[in-house]
């Protein structure tokens, strides 16, 4: 079970940190990525980090303005955003797997419900 949280309202230029709380899935030994959906659109790979939290790998839509991390201690994945742009407005999700890199939903058997991001002035 994944759970996200902290997603919002933002205005363009803004940020953001979402969380995604695991439990029931070995999150020690699993894979932890990011994904979007926006209206009309299909789901949309952002990030994924490994077990240790040593290797992280970015699409490049967002590299450089998002940071993926994670506390194991907490299990919990966050996923640091900045420079927030009216089209990064989506629902955004956590998933649970054991590949990486997994830069693909397939790669992915455990997802949250899903959190809102609405980037707006």
């Known amino acids: 079970q994944l759970a996200e949280s902290g997603g919002g309202l933002v205005q363009p230029g803004g940020s953001l940190r979402l969380s995604c709380a695991v439990s029931g899935f070995s999150f020690d030994d699993g894979t932890v990525g990011w994904f979007r959906q926006a209206p009309g659109k299909e789901r949309e790979f952002l990030a994924t980090i490994s077990r240790s939290g040593g290797n992280t790998y970015y699409a490049n839509s967002v590299k450089g303005r998002f940071t993926i991390s994670r506390d194991n201690a907490k299990n919990t994945v966050y996923l640091q955003m900045a420079s927030l742009k009216p089209e990064d407005t989506a629902v955004y999700y956590c998933?649970?797997?054991?590949?990486?890199?997994?830069?693909?939903?397939?790669?992915?058997?455990?997802w949250g419900q899903g959190t809102q991001v609405t980037v707006s002035s």
């Open positions: 998933a649970g797997g054991l590949e990486y890199p997994g830069d693909s939903a397939r790669y992915y058997g455990y």
